[in-house]
């Protein structure tokens, strides 16, 4: 797991295109500047509040959409 730090993500700087498309769905929604933002993997990017709360942001590429999950477990159990 990769941390993404204020460089990477102004400059929009992951590994992968579904990486981006979450980044830019996280950038809209949320401070940015608050949060800590790791790469999880190459459809994944883990949101860690202030609070320590955690959050899964997932690309899905059938949907074209991000989805959240509150836990990685929840979010392995999704995959096929």
């Known amino acids: 797991m990769q941390l993404l730090n204020q460089e990477n993500t102004v400059k929009n700087q992951v590994n992968t295109v579904e990486q981006f498309k979450v980044l ?3 950038k809209q929604h949320f401070d940015i500047d608050s ?4 790469l999880v993997d190459r ?3 883990k949101l860690v ?3 320590k709360d955690v959050a899964y942001f997932k690309y899905n590429t059938e ?4 989805n959240f999950y509150e836990s990685r477990r ?5 995959e096929r």
């Open 24 to 26: 830019s769905y996280l």
């Open 35 to 38: 949060v800590n933002l790791y």
């Open 43 to 45: 459809f994944t990017i």
């Open 49 to 51: 509040d202030c609070n």
């Open 63 to 66: 949907t074209k959409e991000v």
């Open 74 to 78: 929840k979010m392995k159990g999704m």
